[in-house]
């Protein structure tokens, strides 16, 4: 009988490298790849069966930005503002990735409008950071 332990333990080979949690700048942007190559299959789909592979990536990508890259401990549209400005990117761009009008990311940036949690979680997705980034 093929239990799902032994089916893993068969392709634990091929399967690995994307399994494992990285341990290194080279792992972790395999690991980045591979989930942004699942977010363009998977969407926001809960029922997609790889939706769990791209969860546990999520949690690997999560706890390797925390223990190597610290944040400044700010406000909300501060920490946004840093991340556009370490990632080169505009607000033009982020409109177009989903955030939202670029007006809005403008009254964002200028503390006129606080961040909602769609925000946040495209913020999580483009920059690669947990919610707490932002909270």
């Not at 290194?24 to 997609?48: F, G, K």
Request: net charge negative.
């Amino acid at each position: 009988m093929n239990t799902p332990l032994e089916m893993a333990l068969s392709h634990w080979s091929e399967v690995s490298p994307i399994l494992t949690p990285p341990h290194s700048e080279e792992a972790y942007d395999r690991t980045v790849e591979a989930m942004e190559a699942l977010l363009e299959m998977v969407d926001d789909n809960p029922d997609h069966p790889l939706y769990g592979l791209l969860d546990t990536l999520s949690l690997f990508v999560e706890t390797y930005d925390r223990e190597h890259y610290q944040l400044p401990k700010a406000a909300p549209n501060e920490v946004l503002d840093f991340l556009m400005k370490e990632h080169n990117m505009t607000q033009k761009q982020l409109e177009s990735l989903g955030f939202d009008k670029q007006s809005n990311i403008s009254n964002i940036l200028k503390g006129k409008v606080q961040m909602n949690t769609r925000h946040i979680k495209v913020a999580c997705e483009v920059f690669h950071v947990g919610a707490g980034a932002f909270i």
